[in-house]
């Protein structure tokens, strides 16, 4: 397994960049803008920790839920096997909340229901039962 990124929903994404960027001293790897689902995202990378990503989400429109603890989004990692991982968490009590019907992303919660997003390395595995047909649960 390999650590990726931890994500954070920012209200204003200019004076977020000032406060990472300008104040900290990230670096922008990576920005990514998605007008279908209304939203951009931008990879931020301390110099010495260039594996360790921050995310930066900036939903366009309504921040209704900004001010709560789902300002914290999520921590992703990525895994060899995804269905492998969700089958390890499920025989240990973990409720999968976003199976891995596209055999590419999962999502999970951890006991004090922090996101974690799990992700296939390399191509997304071809998509099999029990996943395929498993409903979301939850939010995550």
Not at 26 to 35: C, G, Q, T
Not at 64 to 89: K, M, P, Q, T
Request: proline fraction near 7%.
């Amino acid at each position: 397994m390999k650590y990726l990124h931890s994500m954070v929903r920012v209200r204003d994404l200019d004076a977020s960049l000032h406060f990472y960027v300008d104040g900290l001293g990230l670096a922008e790897v990576r920005r990514s803008d998605y007008p279908q689902g209304r939203f951009t995202l931008v990879f931020l990378a301390a110099p010495e920790s260039p594996d360790a990503e921050i995310e930066l989400t900036h939903n366009w429109g309504s921040q209704e839920d900004y001010g709560s603890a789902r300002n914290f989004g999520h921590l992703a990692f990525r895994v060899d096997d995804i269905y492998a991982s969700c089958e390890r968490l499920q025989k240990i009590g973990v409720t999968i909340n976003r199976p891995p019907r596209d055999g590419h992303m999962a999502f999970v919660r951890s006991p004090d229901l922090i996101s974690i997003e799990l992700l296939q390395k390399g191509d997304a595995l071809p998509p099999r039962e029990p996943w395929v047909s498993m409903p979301n649960t939850g939010v995550w």
